[in-house]
């Protein structure tokens, strides 16, 4: 079997839970599903339960996806949806992929949308007054404005790398830096919001040990300090 970027296991859920500000237990639950007050939940990510501590890159992309929606009660409602689309795209991530995303597939997903009686709230594509096909506007600012995915695939590629604080910003999470840990050009922004923090450093003596730029290491700092 080919292992892609998306099948690469990267990190522990919960350090994928602090790099992506979502509570561990949530994306615990999201990944190997829970039991709360007598009922079981099961998985929204994984088709069923399998025990393994790690996150895989393609969960964790579609882990980011489901936190433009972390606001709504009701992700179990999404899981038949998302089932649906790996049947129909043939693949484990089909959120960490663009084609859901495409002009040219909206439609299916719109049907699919339908068919699974997702909650209008959940929903990845509207159509307008007009017929035209629309993406939700949480997706598109809490998600596709800070993935980035492959371009060179005609039909729309798997995810790369996210930016947590959007494209303009240094910091980036990428699944071969670091373990999928936030960094800035390859040094982890933990490390320069502690050594600020600790020491007192200032970002121009940081930026200077490490060769970075100065406004790279205040985008560090402020993405650990917004955690």
Known sequence: MTITILDRPVTTIGEAA????IPPATLRSWLEG???QGRHYEPVLRNTPTGNPHVTWGEMV???????????VP????????D??????SVPYPLAHFRPYID?????VLRLQEEADVPDELWLVFEGADGQLRLNPAITQDF?????????????GAA???YPQGRSSAVVIDPLVSSAAATVAGVRTAILAERAEAFGETPEELAKEFGLTVPSVKAAIAFEYAA
């Open 75 to 82: 992700m179990q409602r999404i899981r038949p949806f998302i």
């Open 160 to 162: 790369l790398r996210i």
């Open 104 to 108: 040219s597939t909206r439609r299916l």
């Open 34 to 36: 829970a039991e709360r």
């Open 18 to 21: 602090c790099q992506l500000r």
């Open 62 to 72: 579609e882990a980011r996806y489901l936190r433009a929606y972390r606001t709504y």
């Open 84 to 89: 649906a689309l790996r049947r129909e795209f």
């Open 144 to 156: 596709l404005a800070q993935v980035e995915f492959d371009d060179t695939a005609g039909d729309g």
